[in-house]
């Protein structure tokens, strides 16, 4: 999930805090259509958890 909100291509040029307020938003939003894996991932400077789709 991170990597997809990260690379998607916005419409509008979007801020990196915007893509990390999305991944929040998704993953609180969709936790029943969500793995949650338990592990975490970090990338520039950023740990995240790792969620893949149902």
């Known amino acids: 999930l991170f990597a997809f909100v990260m ?3 916005y419409d ?3 801020s990196r805090e915007d893509k990390l ?3 929040c938003q998704i993953a609180s939003q ?3 259509k969500l793995k949650f ?3 975490y ?3 520039d ?3 995240y958890p790792v969620i ?3």
């Open 45 to 47: 400077g950023v740990e």
């Open 37 to 39: 894996t338990g592990n």
């Open 12 to 14: 509008k040029k979007q």
């Open 30 to 32: 969709y936790v029943d």
């Open 7 to 9: 690379n998607y291509h």
């Open 21 to 23: 307020v999305y991944f």
């Open 52 to 54: 893949f789709p149902r």
């Open 41 to 43: 991932a970090e990338a």
